[in-house]
């Protein structure tokens, strides 16, 4: 059974940066799609960036050249490096691991105001 932890979540102004981070369990993490999504109170869940096994990386638009994913196969750990941070990224994270099953975390608040 996968588990999947986040943290790093949190309140920061405009223009500011938060490294999201989430902790796998289980032996599949090297070999599996890792990403990242999230939900903004009243709108659906979107995703958010995701990197292969093999390090081959997607993000969607609004985030491209603010935010980065990353991935230590020897920690089964991903990242998400958030910079620039806009009032319209507050959200809930969710880290998610892909394969034959679909693991979710439980989430993670993130907030951007002034």
């Known amino acids: 059974q996968v588990q999947l932890v986040e943290s790093g979540g949190g309140l920061v102004q405009p223009g500011g940066s938060l490294r999201l981070s989430c902790a796998a369990s289980?032996?599949?993490?090297?070999?599996?799609?890792m990403g990242w999504y999230r939900q903004a109170p009243g709108k659906q869940r979107e995703l958010v960036a995701t990197?292969?096994?093999?390090?081959?990386?997607f993000y969607t638009a609004s985030v491209k050249g603010r935010f980065t994913i990353s991935r230590d196969n020897a920690k089964n750990t991903v990242y998400l490096q958030m910079n620039s941070l806009k009032p319209e990224d507050t959200a809930v994270y969710f880290c998610?691991?892909?394969?034959?099953?679909?693991?979710w975390g439980q989430g993670t608040q993130v907030t951007v105001s002034s």
């Open positions: 990197i292969s096994n093999i390090g081959s990386t």
């Open positions: 998610i691991q892909g394969g034959t099953k679909t693991y």
């Open positions: 289980g032996s599949i993490f090297s070999s599996s799609v």
